[in-house]
């Protein structure tokens, strides 16, 4: 069975950052490309960043370029996300995801606020 | 602010059709292909059509995609409860260099 599992949400002050972590399982992890997609409360899914099979090449929207940093390890089957200089608007329920959009995983809650 | 924008709402009797637009641009639906996505509260969203108009496995024949230039639509036919969900379609933009959602449609089954 695919499983994708978030963990790391945790509830931050402005300014501060968190590293979230996403395991994989039951799939080939390392064959796929992978992505982050968020959801503000109240508000649509909004893509994050992306990264193909072997980490070399990463993508980023321009809400998060310079402050988040998206990477791999495919020895450990785990997807990464450090985000640093949190803002208020980046409080979202982050969840991980193939590039293909097939399998996704339930999401982590990271809250922005002092 | 999405570049791709879908209506914000859908609604039908169950039985019925519902078709949902998604207008891009040629940056993004225009040159690359469409994936749809259900979503509910509090769940992972499903892949529901690939490819603009492939549906995966174990999604009903009720569910239908298609493309033509800068824009797509999914319809659901024979509309059932259990389709009452928040829908986005997604593509990637080669100007932005990443991919875009649409800005979302809830369907609703009166």
């Known amino acids: 069975e695919v499983q994708l599992l978030e963990s790391g949400g945790v509830l931050v002050q402005p300014g501060g950052s968190v590293r979230l972590s996403c395991a994989a399982s039951g799939f080939t992890f390392s064959s796929y490309a992978m992505n982050w997609v968020r959801q503000a409360p109240g508000k649509g899914l909004e893509w994050v960043s992306a990264?193909?099979?072997?980490?070399?090449?990463?993508y980023y929207a321009a809400s998060v370029r310079g402050r988040f940093t998206i990477s791999r390890d495919n020895s450990k089957n785990t997807l990464y996300l450090q985000m640093t200089s949190l803002r208020v608007e980046d409080m979202a329920v982050y969840h991980c995801a193939t590039s293909s959009g097939d399998y996704w995983g339930q999401g982590t809650l990271v809250t922005v606020s002092s | 602010q999405s570049v791709v924008t879908q209506p914000p709402s859908a609604s039908g009797t169950p039985g019925q059709r519902v078709t949902i637009s998604c207008s891009g641009s040629s940056s993004n639906i225009g040159s690359n292909s469409v994936n749809w996505y259900q979503h509910l509260p509090g769940a992972a969203p499903k892949l529901v059509i690939y490819?603009?108009?492939q549906r995966p496995s174990g999604v009903p024949d009720r569910f239908s995609g298609s493309k033509s230039g800068t824009s797509a639509s999914l319809a659901i036919s024979g509309l059932q409860s259990e389709d009452e969900a928040d829908y986005y379609c997604a593509a990637w933009d080669d100007s932005l260099n990443g991919y875009v959602f649409g800005t979302g449609t809830k369907v609703t089954v009166l």
């Open positions: 990264i193909i099979a072997s980490g070399v090449t990463t």
């Open positions: 490819s603009s108009d």
